[in-house]
Nanobody, 115 residues
Framework: QVQFAESGGDLVQPGGSLRLSCAAS????????MGWYRQAPGKQREWVAQITKDGITTIADSVKGRFTISRDNAKRAVYLQMSSLKPEDAAVYYC?????????WGQGTQVSVSS
């Protein structure tokens, strides 16, 4: 039904930048808030950022000032612009609704930060 496909993850150096993309299928995309979440090895999945259907954003303190979330309703897509990446940002990043649908977690996309 409602599915999200993440892409754009890569291996980057500390201080580097990366742009993640999320393609949504199913559901009425434009009427729901969307968010980015991440899960590092041995840690619980955590919320990173969210954006309402009207474009109002909220960013987690841990990435505030470095990450930016955006959406393109026409493309049914959500983006996460990541800059000044730190080793602690390394994780599998997921997109989902905000609040998330428990049945719509995808494979995520791996973000690796060396050193």
């Amino acid at each position: 039904q409602v599915q999200f496909a993440e892409s754009g993850g890569d291996l980057v150096q500390p201080g580097g930048s990366l742009r993640l993309s999320c393609a949504a299928s199913g559901g009425l995309f434009k009427v729901y808030g969307m968010g980015w979440y991440r899960q590092a090895p041995g840690k619980q999945r955590e919320w990173v950022a969210q954006i309402t259907k009207d474009g109002i954003t909220t960013i987690a303190d841990s990435v505030k000032g470095r990450f930016t979330i955006s959406r393109d309703n026409a493309k049914r897509a959500v983006y996460l612009q990541m800059s000044s990446l730190k080793p602690e940002d390394a994780a599998v990043y997921y997109c989902n609704r905000a609040p998330p649908r428990v049945d719509s977690w995808g494979q995520g996309t791996q973000v690796s930060v060396s050193s």
